[in-house]
C-alpha cells in the first residue's frame, strides 16, 4: 500500500464526525443540514491537504480531534458576527477599507430605534394614503445644499449611474478624458457609463482639457459630465474647466450638466486649515448651474453609506419615476442615519458634532498630548529591546478627498527586532479588537488622529496581548 493511500484510510468516517460528543450536540433541529454540509466541505479539504502531505502518518483519532477542532471553529466564525471592529491607527480619517465614515451617536441611535419597531417609511399618516420614502430626509439634504430637492439612493455611483442615464437617455456623454476616474476595487467611470447605455464621447487629454474641446463635442441633446478627480491630482502642464464655464456652456447649447462631486461637502472645510479651492461646498456646486449634483454620503459630509442626488424638482420627480430607482433604493435604517446627520448640520450654529469632521479638526496641540497618554500606558509593558516615542507625523483625509493634502499628525513609533515588529503588527490585525497602524522601515507605528481618547484602553488591551503572543512564541522556541 502506497504511502497516500496510507495517509487517506486515517481519515474518520463521517458517521464517526457526527457521533462525536463535541458535535452530536449541535446537529439538532435546523441545524443539521448546514452542519452535515459543512462537516462534509471541511472533510474534503483535509482530504485534499493530506495527497500533498509529507512525513509521517496521522493516526484517525489525531485527524478527528484536528477536524471537530476546525469544524468547531468554523462554526464558531459562522455564527458569529459577520465584521470584526477595528482600531484605525493610520491616520486615513475616511478610510475606506475600514468602513469610511464613522457615525455620530445620534445617527446609530436613530437607526437603532427605526429597526426595531415600524415606521411612516412609505406611509403618509395626515393622508392615509402611501407616500414616498425619504421625502422627508431629502427635503434637509436639498435645503442644505441649496436645491430644490433631492433623491437619496444607496451609494455614489448608483447616484452618477441613474443621473447619466435619466439625463442622456442613451444618447451622447461628453466627458474629460482627465476625469475617466478609477476609485478603489472595481470603480471604474467608463464602465459604469457604459452601463447606462450612453455614447461615452471623450474630449481633451489626460493633462488638458479647454473648454473648445467640450464645444466642439457638442451635438443635439448631449450630456455634458464633469467629475470630481479623487485619489490624485495631476500637475505640470495642465488644464481644467471650472464647473461655471461648464455650465455656461450647458445652458447656451440648451445641454444638460452633471456633475459628480464625490465628497459631498457641507461644511467649510478652509475652517479645517485644509484647502478650500480643492473641495467646494454643495452649495456653491448648485450654485454654477449644474443641472444635476450627486456626491456620497459617508465621506466628507460624514455620515453612512449613500448617494444623493440634487437638482431642479422637475428634474428630481422624474428620477424617482425612472424604472431603476427602486433597484438603487435605501432601507429604513440608512435614512434614519443619513436624517440624523442633516439635523445636525442643521442645527449646529459651528462645526456640527461629527467624528469625521471632529477629527480633522484636531490640533497639534491636542494630538501631541493624546500620544504621550498612550505612550506613558504602553512604555512599562513593551518587550525588552524595544524602544516607543512619540514623532511628528502625517495623516490624510481619505475617502478620494484631497488626495495632496497632509495633515500635520503625531504617532506613536516603535522600533525593536524587524521579526518581532512584523509578528506585532501581524498580532495587531488579528486581534480582538484589530488595530490596524502603519510598518515601516521607521518601525511600527500609530497615529493618533484617528483614533478616540475612549480608543486608547483599547489601543493598549491590543499591544499587550500582541506582545504576550510574542513572549509565548518565543518561549515555544
Known amino acids: 500500500m502506497?504511502?497516500?493511500?496510507?495517509?487517506?484510510?486515517e481519515i474518520p468516517q463521517?458517521?464517526?464526525?457526527?457521533?462525536?460528543?463535541?458535535?452530536?450536540?449541535?446537529?439538532?433541529?435546523?441545524?443539521?443540514?448546514?452542519?452535515?454540509?459543512?462537516?462534509?466541505?471541511?472533510?474534503?479539504?483535509?482530504?485534499?491537504g493530506l495527497k500533498t502531505a509529507d512525513g509521517p502518518v496521522v493516526s484517525r483519532e489525531d485527524l478527528q480531534a484536528r477536524l471537530v477542532g476546525d469544524i468547531l471553529a468554523r462554526r464558531a466564525e459562522l455564527t458569529g458576527p459577520g465584521w470584526t471592529r477595528v482600531l484605525n491607527g493610520t491616520g486615513v480619517v475616511v478610510h475606506t477599507n475600514l468602513g469610511r465614515s464613522n457615525l455620530p451617536q445620534a445617527a446609530a441611535d436613530a437607526a437603532r430605534e427605526v429597526a426595531l419597531h415600524n415606521s411612516d417609511l412609505e406611509y403618509d399618516l395626515a393622508a392615509g394614503t402611501r407616500g414616498h420614502r425619504g421625502r422627508r430626509v431629502e427635503a434637509k439634504a436639498a435645503l442644505l445644499a441649496g436645491a430644490e430637492d433631492a433623491l437619496v439612493v444607496n451609494?455614489?455611483?448608483?447616484?452618477?449611474?441613474?443621473?447619466?442615464?435619466?439625463?442622456?437617455?442613451?444618447?451622447?456623454?461628453?466627458?474629460?478624458?482627465?476625469?475617466?476616474?478609477?476609485?478603489g476595487g472595481s470603480f471604474r467611470m467608463h464602465e459604469i457609463l457604459?452601463?447606462?447605455?450612453?455614447?461615452?464621447?471623450?474630449?481633451?487629454?489626460?493633462?488638458?482639457?479647454g473648454l473648445a474641446d467640450y464645444a466642439e463635442a457638442l451635438s443635439p441633446g448631449a450630456t455634458l459630465l464633469k467629475v470630481h478627480r479623487s485619489n490624485f491630482v495631476v500637475e505640470g502642464f495642465t488644464e481644467e474647466v471650472d464647473l461655471p464655464d461648464l455650465a455656461a456652456l450647458a445652458r447656451e447649447n440648451d445641454c444638460t450638466?452633471?456633475?459628480?462631486a464625490?465628497?459631498?461637502?457641507?461644511?467649510?472645510?478652509?475652517?479645517?486649515?485644509?484647502?478650500?479651492?480643492?473641495e467646494r461646498?454643495?452649495?456653491?456646486?448648485?450654485?454654477?448651474?449644474?443641472?444635476?449634483?450627486?456626491?456620497?454620503?459617508?465621506?466628507?459630509l460624514g455620515g453612512c453609506q449613500a448617494g444623493i442626488i440634487f437638482g431642479s424638482r422637475e428634474e428630481i420627480t422624474r428620477l424617482r419615476k425612472h424604472p431603476m430607482r427602486r433597484a438603487f433604493r435605501v432601507d429604513k435604517t440608512t435614512l434614519a442615519a443619513l436624517d440624523a446627520v442633516l439635523n445636525l448640520y442643521l442645527a449646529a450654529e459651528g462645526r456640527p458634532a461629527i467624528p469625521t469632521l471632529d477629527q480633522l479638526a484636531l490640533t497639534v496641540d491636542q494630538l501631541q498630548v493624546r500620544a504621550e497618554d498612550l505612550l506613558s500606558r504602553l512604555v512599562d509593558k513593551a518587550p525588552a529591546g524595544w524602544g516607543g516615542q512619540v514623532c511628528a507625523g502625517r495623516s490624510s483625509v481619505g475617502g478620494g478627498s484631497f488626495s495632496d493634502t497632509q495633515l500635520e499628525s503625531r504617532l506613536v513609533l516603535w522600533t525593536g527586532?524587524?521579526?518581532?515588529?512584523?509578528?506585532?503588527?501581524?498580532?495587531?490585525?488579528?486581534?480582538?479588537?484589530?488595530?490596524?497602524?502603519?510598518?515601516?522601515?521607521?518601525?511600527?507605528?500609530?497615529?493618533?488622529?484617528?483614533?478616540?481618547?475612549?480608543?486608547?484602553?483599547l489601543v493598549v488591551e491590543a499591544f499587550a496581548s500582541a506582545w504576550a503572543r510574542l513572549d509565548r512564541k518565543r518561549g515555544e522556541t
Not at 433541529?29 to 474534503?44: C, F, K, N, S
Not at 450638466?257 to 459628480?260: A, G, S
Not at 495587531?428 to 481618547?453: E, H, I, K, W, Y
Open 281 to 300: 461646498l454643495l452649495a456653491e456646486d448648485m450654485a454654477t448651474g449644474a443641472d444635476l449634483v450627486t456626491c456620497s454620503g459617508d465621506k466628507l
Open 14 to 48: 463521517v458517521s464517526a464526525i457526527l457521533d462525536d460528543p463535541r458535535i452530536a450536540p449541535l446537529m439538532a433541529g435546523r441545524q443539521g443540514p448546514w452542519m452535515t454540509q459543512l462537516i462534509q466541505t471541511r472533510l474534503a479539504a483535509l482530504r485534499e
Open 257 to 260: 450638466l452633471v456633475y459628480d
Open 417 to 457: 527586532p524587524k521579526e518581532d515588529l512584523e509578528a506585532c503588527h501581524q498580532g495587531l490585525r488579528t486581534g480582538t479588537p484589530a488595530l490596524v497602524g502603519r510598518m515601516n522601515q521607521d518601525g511600527l507605528a500609530v497615529d493618533v488622529r484617528t483614533l478616540s481618547d475612549e480608543d486608547l484602553p
Open 194 to 209: 457604459a452601463e447606462t447605455g450612453c455614447q461615452l464621447i471623450e474630449v481633451g487629454t489626460t493633462n488638458r482639457t
Open 262 to 278: 464625490g465628497s459631498g461637502a457641507l461644511y467649510p472645510y478652509g475652517l479645517l486649515g485644509l484647502p478650500e479651492e480643492d
Open 155 to 183: 451609494n455614489n455611483a448608483a447616484a452618477v449611474w441613474l443621473a447619466v442615464r435619466h439625463a442622456s437617455n442613451g444618447g451622447p456623454v461628453i466627458l474629460s478624458r482627465g476625469e475617466v476616474v478609477a476609485i
Open 2 to 9: 502506497s504511502g497516500l493511500q496510507n495517509r487517506l484510510r
